[in-house]
């Protein structure tokens, strides 16, 4: 089992940069496909970024592609979203994801965190 907590959301103005968080626990990453995905209200899930296992590879969403970077630091067995210029419609819960395979917006993963919400207002 891995268990996945995310933390760094919050509100911020249109333009501005957040970066998430993803702690894991119970197991080491360094074996684990990482991503994000994210879901507004009313909303389904969307992928945000994936990451290979030694984060030699990164894969975006059109929507976010040129402004956030995901990575990933194997020591520490965390994940991180550095989001810039953040619009309106990036809002939501972003969730962390890690899994056997590799992530892509098909959704499969098998392990998911609560999540963290991120406001931006316009």
């Known amino acids: 089992q891995v268990q996945l907590v995310e933390s760094g959301g919050g509100l911020v103005q249109a333009g501005a940069s957040l970066r998430l968080s993803c702690a894991a626990s119970?197991?080491?990453?360094?074996?684990?496909?990482m991503g994000w995905f994210r879901q507004a209200p009313g909303k389904e899930r969307e992928f945000v970024a994936a990451?290979?296992?030694?984060?030699?590879?990164?894969y975006y969403a059109d929507s976010v592609k040129g402004r956030f970077t995901i990575s990933r630091d194997n020591a520490k067995n965390s994940v991180y979203l550095q989001m810039n210029n953040l619009k309106p419609e990036d809002a939501a819960v972003y969730y962390c994801?890690?899994?056997?395979?590799?992530?892509?917006?098909?959704?499969?993963?098998?392990?998911r965190g609560q999540g963290t919400q991120v406001t931006v207002s316009s």
């Open positions: 994801v890690a899994g056997r395979g590799p992530i892509t917006n098909r959704g499969n993963y098998d392990y």
């Open positions: 990451i290979t296992l030694s984060g030699g590879t990164t």
């Open positions: 119970g197991r080491s990453i360094v074996t684990y496909y």
